[in-house]
């Protein structure tokens, strides 16, 4: 199975400043053939269930802010909020899809500090 | 728009089998590359993902459940069943059922279900 480790477990940032979440797969999650990286961001809010932000390691999902951005590839992996509002506290889970059995990070808790 | 609802019972006793159905719309389970995902989550803790059925009615399962685990799909009524025997107080959680787009639009879970909780006690 592939392991996803995240990191940090938890971050308090302020408000307008930069949150940076990563995410190491134990294995490459990079599809050679057509140079996409199999792995996505969730952000999950208490009592809701987890959404799509970024799909292919960079892909903004339609309708998700800018300020929400996705670097890395094959085995690291970074989610960037370029300047944290309110409503972004969450937890936030990266997830590879590139083989079965799928994984999820353990999440990463954002809050302001 | 597609939409997915997760039903089942809220209570099991351990030992027992249970059965969660999820009734999509917005979609339909034979176009190719589409598929239906198992997720859950007990309280406090990570993502599991469970099982995927896809249009073709190839299935996969977790290592760790495959054994314990059974998904299907009925395209006319809009729905798709796990089953999983053998429910423990570590089965306690939320179970989601999720959208996988084809390959071509990325081959992921781009929407999920609210959820329905599975409690296990005797």
């Known amino acids: 199975d592939i392991v996803l480790t995240q990191s940090p477990d938890s971050l308090a940032v302020s408000l307008g400043e930069r949150a940076t979440i990563n995410c190491k797969s134990s294995r490459s999650v990079l599809y050679n053939s057509y140079k996409d990286n199999y792995l996505a961001w969730f952000q999950q809010k208490p009592g809701q269930p987890p959404t799509l932000l970024i799909y292919?390691?960079?892909t903004r999902e339609s309708g998700v802010p800018d300020r929400f951005s996705g670097s890395g590839s094959g085995t690291d992996f970074t989610l960037t909020i370029s300047s944290l509002q309110a409503e972004d506290v969450a937890v936030y889970y990266c997830?590879?899809?590139?083989?079965?059995?799928?994984?999820f990070g353990g999440g990463t808790k954002v809050e302001i500090k | 728009q597609i939409t997915l609802k997760e039903s089942g019972p809220t209570l099991v006793k351990p030992t027992q089998t249970v059965t969660l159905t999820c009734t999509f719309s917005g979609f339909s389970l034979t176009t190719t590359g589409v598929g239906v995902g198992w997720i859950r989550q007990p309280p406090g803790k990570a993502l599991e993902w469970l099982a995927l059925?896809?249009?073709?009615?190839?299935?996969r399962y977790s290592s760790s459940l495959a054994s314990r685990l059974t998904v299907t799909k009925d395209t006319s009524k809009n729905q798709v069943v796990l089953t999983m025997t053998n429910m423990g107080p570590v089965d306690t959680a939320t179970y989601y059922c999720?959208?996988?787009?084809?390959?071509?639009?990325?081959?992921?879970?781009?929407?999920w279900g609210q959820g329905t909780t599975v409690i296990v006690s005797s």
């Open positions: 059925i896809y249009w073709d009615d190839d299935k």
């Open positions: 292919w390691a960079s």
């Open positions: 999720a959208h996988r787009r084809p390959a071509t639009k990325g081959a992921v879970f781009d929407m």
């Open positions: 997830h590879q899809y590139y083989s079965t059995p799928l994984t």
